[in-house]
């Protein structure tokens, strides 16, 4: 089954410098990748997705994920941090070998955003 | 913009209690989706549903669960004798056939005490 890993359950940024979550999956099939926001005491949204077409995927908020197949990564970016970034985001990678596609969800990693 | 709605957003009982969590995934989805959530843990698959049926169930989908799709619009996720352990967020999702995006509800907490 596909997975991912997350690198770093908490990642603090200065308001303005650069997002980077990392996220590494591992997958024997080309993988649906996925990134997911949640804010406090909220559900889940969908900030970006990877099914095979573009490698560098645009998403919400500025967000942007590139998919590197050599290196098995994902990792999210975003040039310049804002206070409202703060929150849980979740890597998740469609498990082909589901025929429901459930989603296989990393550990997360919390964004804090310092003034 | 059409959205998955979650009944109710919490829900306390006690252990041994059955409960049901209801959904309402988006109208034109086919797929459906269960996940839970664990107090800052991860969120993990529970079951997926299609056309009727369960299409995939992960292990801790266990026979105190089961899910159900009553009429055209609701899909429920019953818990017959809920555990100290079941106390969880309990997320609904939906996808179209062909999008393997999955939309989600704003979930469910469940408190067992």
């Known amino acids: 089954a596909q997975s991912v890993t997350q690198l770093g359950s908490h990642v603090s940024v200065s308001e303005g410098a650069l997002v980077l979550l990392r996220c590494n999956y591992s997958?024997?099939?080309?993988?649906?990748l996925f990134w997911y926001v949640q804010y406090p005491n909220q559900g889940l949204q969908l900030l970006l997705k990877?099914?095979?077409?573009?490698?560098l995927v645009k998403g919400i908020n500025g967000f942007e994920a590139e998919f590197k197949k050599s290196e098995t990564s994902f990792h999210l970016t975003k040039p310049s941090a804002h206070m409202s970034d703060a929150a849980e985001y979740f890597c998740?990678?469609?498990?082909?070998?589901?025929?429901?596609?459930?989603?296989?969800f990393g550990k997360g990693t919390s964004l804090l955003v310092t003034p | 913009e059409p959205e998955v709605t979650q009944t109710p957003s919490h829900q306390v009982t006690q252990m041994g209690q059955e409960v049901i969590l209801r959904c309402v995934p988006i109208?034109?989805?086919?797929?459906f989706y269960w996940y839970r959530q664990i107090l800052g843990q991860k969120v993990e698959f529970l079951v997926s549903?299609?056309?009727?049926?369960?299409?995939?169930k992960s292990e801790i989908f266990d026979d105190q669960f089961s899910v159900e799709r009553p009429d055209g619009s609701n899909f429920t996720l019953k818990i017959r004798s809920t555990k100290l352990e079941d106390s969880a967020m309990y997320f609904c999702?939906?996808?179209?056939?062909?999008?393997?995006?999955?939309?989600f509800g704003p979930g469910t907490r469940l408190t067992v005490t």
């Open positions: 109208s034109n989805h086919l797929y």
């Open positions: 998740a990678v469609s498990d082909k070998s589901n025929s429901g596609y459930a989603l296989n």
């Open positions: 997958s024997s099939v080309p993988p649906y």
């Open positions: 990877y099914t095979s077409a573009a490698t």
């Open positions: 549903f299609y056309n009727n049926e369960i299409s995939e």
């Open positions: 999702a939906s996808r179209v056939t062909g999008d393997y995006e999955q939309y």
